[in-house]
């Protein structure tokens, strides 16, 4: 939904048609080389997210691609902030409460993730490492499902972007408890941050951005960077962004790229540490 509302705006600027060809898979994989073996002539972008550049090259033992040499960063396109919620049947009102209760009941309160080895399940590791707490990892196939068996009472809770659980907070269906950000979020204002919450030092959030295959010429990324700057601050696509629960994320190409290489850092640091290997079949 991001991808196409930028290229929408884009094209309008750059003159260009841009066609959104979608190729999902591996986790990202298939996409980030496709981007990467295209030729580098400017014509051909991809969305990379904190998987694709940086929870992937530590999590698999084969990665078709290095997101230090093969990619011409161009800048940062959205986050999306992730909050903890809980089924309204536990009995907990705050995050201590609920860590209260992990403690009391070891391995016995469930977290949902939309599959192994991404950001959720790697913000949740980092939550039980930074609460001292044990709890059991239920993967779905997706955020719907792990939505659906959480408003059912399947599990317990799940830390999950606002995009996909805004509509479920509002109505009551499930109960918000932080949000893992540094600051608090415009979409859910009245939820206090983890830090707020009791728990220092801990953010976990989905991002996105844009890069070309190795090799682009120079002059090609920086108009490609400021077209992507200047559909990120148009007050249109801020509003629209804003209604999915996504914040926009306008980092330059230099700044995007001294991104990857921290979340990287970060998330491969805490991956090497729990021990997390995945088979992308």
């Not at 995050?95 to 399940?121: C, D, M, R, S, V």
């Not at 001294?258 to 995945?278: E, K």
Request: net charge neutral.
């Amino acid at each position: 939904m991001v991808s196409r509302l930028l290229a929408q705006r884009m094209s309008g600027e750059l003159s260009q048609t841009i066609i959104v060809d979608n190729r999902p898979g591996a986790a990202t994989m298939i996409g980030a080389e496709a981007v990467a073996n295209a030729k580098p002539d400017g014509y051909t972008l991809g969305t990379m997210d904190v998987s694709t550049l940086a929870l992937n090259p530590s999590l698999y033992s084969e990665v078709r691609y290095d997101p230090s040499k093969d990619f011409e960063y161009i800048g940062g396109t959205a986050r999306f902030p992730f909050v903890l919620v809980v089924n309204p049947s536990l009995p907990v009102d705050s995050l201590q409460a609920l860590i209260a209760l992990a403690k009391q009941k070891p391995g016995q309160l469930t977290f949902a993730t939309p599959g192994l080895g991404g950001p959720n399940h790697l913000g949740m590791t980092l939550f039980q490492q930074k609460a001292g707490i044990t709890l059991l990892h239920v993967p779905y196939k997706g955020d719907a499902p792990a939505l659906q068996d959480l408003i059912g009472g399947q599990v317990d809770m799940y830390l999950v972007n606002t995009a996909a659980s805004m509509p479920y907070i509002s109505t009551g269906k499930l109960r918000a408890l932080a949000i893992a950000m540094a600051t608090r979020s415009k979409a859910l204002p009245a939820i206090p941050t983890f830090a707020e919450a009791g728990v220092a030092d801990f953010e976990a959030y989905a991002w996105q951005g844009l890069a070309a295959p190795a090799g682009t010429p120079k002059h090609e990324v920086a108009v490609m960077s400021k077209t992507l700057q200047s559909a990120l601050s148009d007050a249109a696509v801020k509003q629209r962004l804003a209604d999915m629960g996504v914040e926009p994320f306008p980092l330059d190409a230099e700044a995007f790229a001294a991104h990857v290489r921290s979340q990287s850092t970060l998330w491969g640091g805490i991956i090497q540490n729990a021990g997390i290997r995945l088979n992308a079949n």
